[in-house]
């Protein structure tokens, strides 16, 4: 009796091991994983519906990879809106470093509405979601240096243009998003085209330093 009981003993754990060896291993949910399926959540579903619950159920395990890889959801968070900034910023940069005969500060705001056009739920992410991981300081630091460039502005008058532009940006990006209004791509070039073209006069002909009552300092290239 006592060598069966060994036996099947033995038979047991036999078959166990077998079966641990064909079974196929649980998946293991990286970083990366997680964050690219938290902004493909956010691109169908929106910016506010992230919840360890539903990620989980949305990725097909239960929450517990999430905490695995991050400490809590608010680390996970800042982490998808960091990547999706960094998407968004490195969007404008091509479409500044791209072979045209455009202008480069064109192509970059156009860039900026055509992102909003593309995936309206990934700009209103970093932009209107209380990110803290704004991509806007990058952004300035890139096409301050291009109006620089292109148009010889000083470092102040660059930076007062680039503020100018973009409160334009956002609000025709923000009429975009919340689906109030929709602009076609020529739409879009003709708007941003006039627009800018005044703000550009505005900055080069010295009339905001005589209402501010400053002095114009010298372009870089100057």
Not at 192 to 215: N, P
Request: charged share 25%.
């Amino acid at each position: 009796m006592y060598k069966y009981k060994i036996l099947c003993i033995l038979t047991i754990n036999y078959y166990l091991l077998q079966r641990s060896r064909t079974m196929p291993r649980k998946v293991q949910f990286t970083r990366e994983m997680i964050i690219e399926a938290a902004i493909n959540m956010v691109r169908e579903k929106g910016p506010d519906c992230i919840n360890a619950r539903d990620l989980g159920e949305y990725m097909g395990c239960s929450s517990r990879p999430l905490f695995t890889a991050f400490r809590n959801m608010e680390e996970l968070l800042t982490a998808v809106r960091e990547e999706v900034s960094r998407r968004f910023a490195e969007r404008v940069r091509t479409a500044r470093d791209a072979q045209s005969h455009e202008p480069a500060a064109k192509r970059m705001g156009m860039c900026i509405v055509q992102f909003a056009q593309d995936e309206p739920n990934l700009y209103k992410l970093i932009h209107w979601t209380g990110n803290k991981m704004t991509p806007l300081p990058e952004l300035s630091e890139i096409m301050t240096k291009q109006y620089q460039t292109d148009y010889q502005l000083s470092d102040d008058d660059a930076a007062a243009f680039f503020d100018h532009m973009m409160i334009f940006n956002l609000g025709l990006c923000s009429l975009i998003t919340n689906g109030m209004r929709q602009f076609t791509h020529e739409q879009v070039e003709t708007i941003l085209r006039d627009q800018f073209s005044a703000t550009l006069a505005y900055y080069k002909s010295g009339k905001h330093h005589v209402e501010e009552g400053t002095t114009p300092q010298k372009s870089v290239n100057s």
